[in-house]
């Protein structure tokens, strides 16, 4: 009972180390990292850490659902009305474009997690990677169904729509060399937003209609 009020009591504490154990596994991984540097970023202690978390494991999975989460609301955050098939779809690739942009740490989490290709990989797949997937290609179905867009293969538009805005985010620091500025700063972002939303309508979309 005293841990449950704690937990109500003090939300903030749990978020601080949440925020600082992102940081810290998206540069050194779930083995590099360190729970005392971890609490310090906090602004929390090591008890602190194991109180809310129970072990640096379940820290590094808190983080990734926590993450996932967020992800999954900015995909389905559209509204369902007033909105065609094809324009929840590319209402869902905004958000999922939006969400990378605001959330750096994420690609290279998710690039540890495959490369590891563990058990730890299996649930993210499960209960997010996939039913996202087939979210995005459900649309493209749908878009096709209503008409608005040529009958492309839904599967491989929606793979294709992840996977083009990840590897994105995911290689910016190294195609800002090739490019000779920074890709990830608000300008750059802003064009490759409108670049990849525009360059999908005119691959699936008939006539390249505009969506909202």
Known sequence: ????????????????????????????????????????????????????????????????????????????????????????????????????????????????QAIEAGRGFDWMVKEFFRPLHQEFARMVKEGIGSGEFRGVDADQAALMSMQVTTSYFAAAPILSRVVGHDLLAPEAVAARKRALLDFLRHAISRNGAKTR
């Open 1 to 112: 009972m005293g841990r449950g009020r704690r937990k109500v009591e003090d939300p903030a504490t749990a978020r601080r180390i949440l925020a600082a154990a992102e940081q810290h596994f998206a540069a050194q991984g779930l083995a590099g990292a360190r729970t005392e540097e971890i609490a310090v970023a906090a602004h929390a202690n090591k008890a602190m850490l194991y109180y809310y978390f129970g072990n640096k494991r379940r820290l590094h999975r808190a983080v990734h659902e926590n993450l996932l989460r967020q992800l999954r609301a900015a995909v389905f955050a559209a509204p369902k009305t007033n909105l065609s098939p094809g324009e929840r779809f590319f209402a869902g690739v905004s958000g999922y474009f939006d969400f990378l942009a605001t959330h750096p740490n994420y690609p290279r989490l998710v690039q540890r």
